[in-house]
Structures are given as C-alpha cells and as structure tokens.
C-alpha cells in the first residue's frame, strides 16, 4: 500500500529542509517519491510571474493543476513512499485567500484536497509545520502573508477534519527524529532504518 507524508504549512516554515532529510532517510530502505520546489520550477520556466499572496487567480489555477498532476503521477507509479512538501490543503487556502479568486478556483481545490484525502487504497499522514522558524527572504516567499496563510490553513484542517500532527519543535534533529517515529507509529514501518 502506497503512503504519502504530507507537508502543510506557510512559507518558511521549515518543509523543504525536511522533505530532504526526509528522502535521504526512507530512500535507504523504501522506494521513495517526493513533491517538491515546483513552484520554483514553474518560476524559473517564466510559467508563473506571481506566487504565494500575491499570485493571482490565473496562477493559483497552474499551481494547483501542476500539484493534482504531480500527486496523480506519483499516486499511479511504483513507489512505496510520497513524501509532499505542499498539500491540498496548501492550495486551498491560498486560493481562499486571494481576494480575485472565482468560486470555480475555490471548489476545484476543495475538490482536489477531497480525492487525495479520500483516494482509496492510499494511507496519508499529514503534518502541520507552524511559523516557529525565523523567516528566511527569497524572493518568492512573503513575511505578510504567511501568518494569514496558516490561519487559513488551521481553518482548513478543521473544517474537513483532517488529521494532522503538528511539527512544534523549531530544533531540526528533534523535528526530524520527531517526524520520522511518528511515520514509524502511524504506518508500523520497521524502524531498523
């Protein structure tokens, strides 16, 4: 059966570093695929021109199309273990944030998060990375908006009653030794890696 570890949060919350790790780790014993950075990517494509707050509907919509093909991708190759450092629920509340954003931006992301959430055959676990980081400037990311972003996100999780488990310690091992027992625990993967 398939796992996939999914990553919620703001911006500079600390996701990537540890998707990373993360991979570098279960790679020792799983198959493993992993989501990630292509928001960078479609940046460096010139796909997309705004990102994060200050994307608008038409690039929430590219966004969130590259996530859903990217997830059903990996969801139908070979692989034991997704590891994502972005979530439907990411999507969602980005899209719920724009002030722009049509209904049919908001419901195809509810959407979206309903089948992953719901994908049969498929075990999920989610972790929620809270803004306890000091916020690193990239260009991409934005300070302002990532404390209304993980509002939306906490709403989010309720509201669909996700299960999630939060990521509270800002100490990197601890996070990482944290995250990998709790993957052990949820999923009885054999912890001789």
Known sequence: MKTII??????????????????????????????????RTLIDRKVLDKVDIGADNNNQ??????????FF?????????????????????YS??????????????ERFLKVIYGFKGVKIITFYF???LPFEEDGVR????????????????EEFNIDYITVSNPN???RF???KDKIFERFQISSRV
């Open 172 to 174: 990197f091992v601890d």
């Open 6 to 39: 999914l990553f919620t949060g703001a911006g500079s919350t600390g996701k990537t570093t540890m998707l990373k790790a993360l991979e570098t780790h279960f790679s020792k014993q799983f198959k493993v695929s992993v989501i990630s950075e292509f928001i």
């Open 130 to 132: 809270p803004p306890i």
């Open 96 to 109: 719920r944030h724009r002030k722009d954003s049509t209904q049919y931006v908001n419901e195809l992301n």
């Open 61 to 70: 919509v590219i966004i969130t199309a590259e996530l859903m093909c990217r």
């Open 73 to 93: 991708e990996k969801i139908l190759n070979k692989g034991q273990l997704i590891i994502a450092e972005r979530s439907p629920v990411d999507t969602l509340a």
């Open 177 to 179: 030794n944290f995250i």
């Open 142 to 157: 934005n300070k302002e908006g990532q404390k209304i972003i993980d509002m939306e996100i906490c709403k989010i999780l």
